[in-house]
């Protein structure tokens, strides 16, 4: 007891003035506005598809589209609730309706052309889709990662699988507004095995990163 | 959209009025609301008062846990240094009991956890097993009772002394210990007799 008094009186001493985080809507949504913002630059730089006016009248290409950005707005938001001690973990099925909308066109492309998946997967190292996701993802993890981090988070797992899923999903809705696939397997695998990487990384690095 | 906190296995921390006066195992949740805002701001007085009465609540809920002891002790100390280390992550605008409960449950879970995983792996150790790092401590026959009794021996007549050594320590028959020493079996026994009856006068026995 003598002990716990002492390391009672240290940490007293010791106390320096903190800032309490902001609400985790507040930070969801400014993150999110960045990654938007970086969207948005990876459009103009890597020039939007061409046929983007018309894309935007199909629901083929809208929902998967709708549905990537809302899967990285709530799995950051979903990041940022569960990284505090007091927050739920059921924080973690919010993004769970937003992933489905994004999966829904690789799932159906998948039960169209499973035949043709192997060759699809062969082309995928010589594709430059990747280097839109891979750059997309960086820049938002740049930020990202020191935001999760301050929380100095008792669930480090959780957190960081979430946060991987923020990043996938809003690296794949660059990619959706900047390239154009004819292959629709090759769209699949372009979409789907990089967005798999990002949230296995994501949680399995970012783990130890939070 | 506002999820609460789940709550498993965790006793309620305070069901009852919210007052000044705090009680040991209940938590004065307004209080410590209040004195958690000032201690963000720096108010060390105010930090050293809400670690003090945070104190008893843990020690009871470490308690519960199944925590006793030293263990208990060293649970609440990390719970209080995960408080110090993340008191940023919390809102004063939210009620501290579930912040400080959730905090609490996590550090004592690992600990518990922790200790499973070293007594799954580890293997108590007997007498046996100890070993220091000066020679004589390995040596218990060195000290006390043992090294008078092997003074007393050693001060015995050499017939008397080898008698003893043979059939007694290293309790050989008495065929054995006449081949050994050229001895007969008879003048064995009468040695031992003797002997022993020495070691009794020399040890102070009956």
């Known amino acids: ?210 | 959209m506002d999820f609460r906190p789940e709550n498993d296995s965790v006793p309620p921390v305070n069901d009852g009025p919210k007052t000044a006066t705090s009680q040991p195992g209940r938590a004065p949740e307004e209080d410590w609301s209040v004195l958690m805002a000032r201690a963000q701001q720096g108010d060390a007085a105010s930090y050293r008062r809400l670690l003090q009465s945070l104190t008893p609540y843990l020690r009871a809920l470490a308690h519960r846990f199944g925590l006793s002891g030293a263990d208990l002790e060293d649970g609440v100390q990390d719970v209080l240094l995960t408080v110090h280390s993340i008191r940023h992550t919390y809102d004063p605008t939210r009620p501290f009991a579930p912040w400080l409960t959730a905090v609490a449950r996590h550090r004592l879970l690992d600990r518990l956890r922790r200790r499973a995983r070293q007594t799954g792996r580890e293997t108590e150790l007997t007498e046996a097993h100890e070993t220091f790092a000066s020679p004589e401590t390995n040596h218990p026959e060195l000290a006390g009772e043992a090294a008078r009794l092997q003074a007393a021996i050693a001060s015995l007549p050499e017939g008397q002394r080898r008698a003893v050594e043979m059939l007694k320590l290293k309790e050989m028959s008495l065929k054995e210990a006449a081949q050994a020493s050229g001895q007969s079996e008879t003048a064995l026994k009468v040695s031992v007799h003797r002997a022993i009856k020495r070691l009794r006068g020399l040890l102070g026995g009956s």
């Not at chain 1, 985790?24 to 061409?50: K, Q």
């Not at chain 1, 010589?126 to 669930?155: D, N």
């Open chain 1, 1 to 210: 007891m003598a002990a716990t008094d002492q390391l009672i009186e240290t940490l007293s001493d010791k106390l320096q003035p903190v800032q309490p985080l902001r609400k985790p809507g507040l930070r969801a949504a400014l993150w999110s506005g960045f990654a938007t913002l970086v969207i948005a630059l990876v459009a103009m730089v890597g020039g939007s598809r061409a046929d983007l006016a018309h894309a935007v009248t199909e629901a083929s290409f809208l929902v998967p589209l709708i549905g990537s950005w809302l899967t990285g707005f709530t799995a950051a938001l979903a990041a940022f609730h569960v990284s505090l001690p007091d927050r739920s973990r059921r924080w973690l099925w919010l993004p769970v309706v937003p992933v489905l909308l994004w999966g829904t066109d690789f799932a159906y492309t998948c039960f169209v052309n499973w035949s043709d998946l192997a060759g699809s997967l062969a082309l995928l190292p010589e594709s430059a889709c990747l280097m839109t996701i891979l750059a997309t993802s960086a820049g938002l993890t740049v930020v990202l990662l020191p935001m999760l981090r301050r929380v100095k988070t008792l669930r480090p797992g959780l957190t960081a699988w979430l946060g991987g899923l923020a990043v996938a999903g809003f690296a794949d809705t660059a990619h959706l507004l900047v390239h154009t696939e004819q292959d629709s397997l090759l769209a699949l695998t372009v979409n789907l095995v990089p967005a798999v990487g990002l949230i296995v990384f994501g949680g399995l690095a970012g783990r130890r990163a939070v």
